[in-house]
């Protein structure tokens, strides 16, 4: 029986990579009802805490302190949430499922 050309799932699979920035401390990625972020790199200015909710509060995701943090494994941010800087000038890259 002959393949199909289309029979990759597509369900669950992650969004081309974004790369999303802020200057000076506040929401770097806009929360979005069911979906999850996934950081895959941090750029930062300053040391600086990554949380869901501004000024490091919420759940903290990660620090990054000044400079690149070029992650070994991605961080799941959790489903519907936003992610946020308490410091600096922040880049994240990033992909969405």
């Given amino acids: 029986m ?11 699979v992650p ?3 974004r790369t999303s920035s802020k200057a000076g401390a506040g929401e770097v990625i806009a929360a979005s ?4 972020v996934i950081i895959t790199d941090i750029l930062a200015s300053a040391a ?14 990660a620090y990054a302190p000044a400079g690149a943090s ?4 991605a961080i ?3 489903t519907g949430s936003g992610v ?10 990033h992909y969405i499922i």
């Fill in 2 to 12: 002959a393949r199909s050309t289309n029979s990759q799932p597509t369900q669950g």
């Fill in 15 to 17: 969004s081309p990579s």
């Fill in 33 to 36: 009802s069911g979906d999850t």
């Fill in 48 to 61: 600086t805490i990554i949380s869901t909710e501004a000024a490091g509060a919420g759940t903290i995701i």
């Fill in 70 to 73: 070029n992650l070994n494994q």
């Fill in 76 to 78: 799941a941010v959790p």
């Fill in 84 to 93: 946020f800087s308490s410091a600096g000038n922040v880049t994240i890259n």
